[in-house]
């Protein structure tokens, strides 16, 4: 406990309201989002990995950044009231499945400038869901694992900004609580986080800073929002996974691998930690395609490695678009749900996964044809995929600056 200083306000004894004002006002600022006074218990350092299966189950894919979308897409599931019901309002944070659990395939960071307004409304959304017997549970993507390494090569300049004004508030946030003799001294994220950038545009720097800063392990975003997300969860009888799962990473664990995820993000390895090589490369859990992409899969090495995850029936998969919408192969046991959906990533029609009935009963639910036309349903680029595909540049910041490489992985110092 810092002790106060003489020019320092003791808060009239009440330092733990002026804590919980500045966290307060600082969401607000960036999110437009209240939580609630009396908060839910902290979630438990080691993620869920095993949940038996609900009276309703949803699966969402990638959302990229684009919130209006993603509300459409929540809407769509029914986990959100419709945008015509009596006192529905567009930004309304309150839950109206019941019990459904609801998973979130990754990748809601990158391509979009609504990275942080995401973040901020699926938790308040999941702490609605669970006041109501629900779950709203997301799961790491690549592109998660990638921003907390440093790697920042499909930031958009819109992304950059949401969070240089992150910084500015988050500064303000810190500045109350300093003000307030009797509190603990807060962290500061930014120090050891490099000013300059060279070959990177001088406008972008301090963009970068601040989402070095937020979300780099230990980060307040990286910790506040991703260190408690799974990276594999296993619901019934569906195994969700952004990327895939091969025989070796269910012999590692996946129990496991969910914990020592976290714990990288959370900063228990060190601030310049690298991320688990399971979630690095073409074949880690967050980057396999081996079963997404394209119709002609390894249905019996699928079928093998379900086989070793006791009751597993289907591995539900994100990360690579499907142009065609949700589908399946391999006897259903490899469904596909990256629609493509963010305006920056496709701007693909919006589709959501449904399974009832234990696992029994399994379909899509997609946009009306009456409200289809308002979206613009595009097939993603070949050629600018397989560049990403190989780990190589597609769109986003890279495009702005003159060797894409200052980008991939920039440290800070711990």
Not at 45 to 61: H, K, M, Q, W
Not at 211 to 231: E, N, S, V
Request: some cysteine; glycine content about 12%.
């Amino acid at each position: 406990m810092a002790p106060a200083s003489p020019d320092v306000p003791a808060c009239a004894g009440l330092p733990a309201a002026v804590s919980a004002f500045a966290d307060a006002f600082v969401d607000f600022s960036v999110s437009g989002i209240f939580f609630p006074t009396n908060p839910p218990p902290p979630p438990s350092p080691t993620p869920t990995t095993f949940l038996p299966s609900p009276s309703r189950l949803v699966a969402i894919g990638d959302l990229h950044g684009d919130l209006p979308k993603s509300l459409t897409a929540l809407r769509l599931a029914g986990l959100l009231p419709s945008a015509n019901s009596p006192g529905s309002s567009a930004s309304s944070t309150s839950w109206s499945a019941g019990p459904t659990l609801a998973v979130q395939l990754g990748d809601i960071l990158d391509r979009g400038g609504d990275e942080l307004r995401l973040l901020y409304f699926l938790r308040r959304l999941s702490i609605s869901a669970a006041a109501q017997g629900g779950a709203l549970l997301p799961i790491l993507g690549n592109h998660e694992v990638m921003n907390v390494s440093g790697d920042f090569r499909f930031v958009t300049p819109q992304g950059l900004q949401e969070f240089s004004g992150w910084a500015g508030w988050y500064r303000a946030g810190l500045a109350i609580k300093r003000r307030c003799g009797g509190l603990e001294q807060p962290k500061n994220p930014f120090l050891g986080v490099p000013k300059a950038f060279p070959g990177i545009k001088r406008e972008f720097w301090d963009g970068i800073r601040s989402r070095l800063a937020a979300l780099r392990p230990d980060g307040p975003i990286a910790r506040r929002f991703l260190a408690d997300l799974p990276t594999v969860l296993v619901v019934g009888d569906s195994v969700f996974v952004h990327g895939g799962l091969l025989e070796a990473n269910v012999e590692y664990g996946l129990e496991r691998i969910n914990a020592e995820v976290s714990d990288w993000i959370r900063g228990e390895r060190g601030n310049n930690a690298r991320a688990p090589e399971y979630v690095c490369g073409r074949d880690a859990v967050v980057w396999l395609r081996r079963f997404s992409e394209g119709f002609n899969c390894d249905c019996q090495r699928l079928q093998g490695v379900l086989g070793m995850i006791p009751g597993a029936k289907r591995m539900v998969m994100g990360h690579t678009i499907q142009s065609e919408g949700i589908n399946a192969v391999c006897g259903a046991q490899a469904v596909r749900v990256d629609v493509g959906l963010s305006r920056g990533c496709g701007n693909g029609l919006p589709e959501v996964l449904e399974i009832n009935g234990g696992g029994s009963e399994v379909r899509v639910i997609t946009t009306d044809p009456a409200e289809a036309w308002q979206y613009r349903k595009q097939k993603p680029d070949k050629a600018a995929t397989a560049l990403e595909k190989k780990g190589e540049v597609k769109d986003g910041l890279a495009l702005l600056v003159r060797e894409s490489h200052v980008l991939k992985g920039v440290e800070a110092k711990a």
